[in-house]
Nanobody, 123 residues
Framework: VQLQACGGGLVQARDSLRLSCVAS????????MGWFRQAPGKEREFVAG????????YYLDSVKGRFTISRDKGKSVVYLQMNSLKPEDTAVYYC?????????????????WGQGTLVTVSS
């Protein structure tokens, strides 16, 4: 399975961006999916995850209320709507497919990863 993430870019603080991630085949439609990010000089961290049917989602505390993860039902596409962006959101964002039906904040729970898309938020 290959994942293609896109939608990153350079924006100003308080702007919005929408990231998209498309999987190469429908395998991921039965799996949880997630978004992670890695800021310069920091370890990769969990941002948001969504269950196989979109019914359950999880968020990093610092993005709750600002970011929304969603997915196209029956399709291998996941989105991350990011509003009220802050400079500390600057990172490379990665999408991933979970091994099971539910998302997790642990990287070990994911077995396919996209190449990453860069989000830069200026102050």
């Amino acid at each position: 399975v290959q994942l293609q993430a896109c939608g990153g870019g350079l924006v100003q603080a308080r702007d919005s961006l929408r990231l998209s991630c498309v999987a190469s085949r429908r395998t991921s439609s039965n799996n949880g999916m997630g978004w992670f990010r890695q800021a310069p000089g920091k370890e990769r961290e969990f941002v948001a995850g969504i269950s196989w049917n979109g019914g359950t989602s999880y968020y990093l505390d610092s993005v709750k209320g600002r970011f929304t993860i969603s997915r196209d039902k029956g399709k291998s596409v996941v989105y991350l709507q990011m509003n009220s962006l802050k400079p500390e959101d600057t990172a490379v964002y990665y999408c991933a497919v979970a091994r099971g039906a539910w998302a997790s904040s642990s990287e070990d729970a994911y077995h396919y990863w996209g190449q990453g898309t860069l989000v830069t938020v200026s102050s």
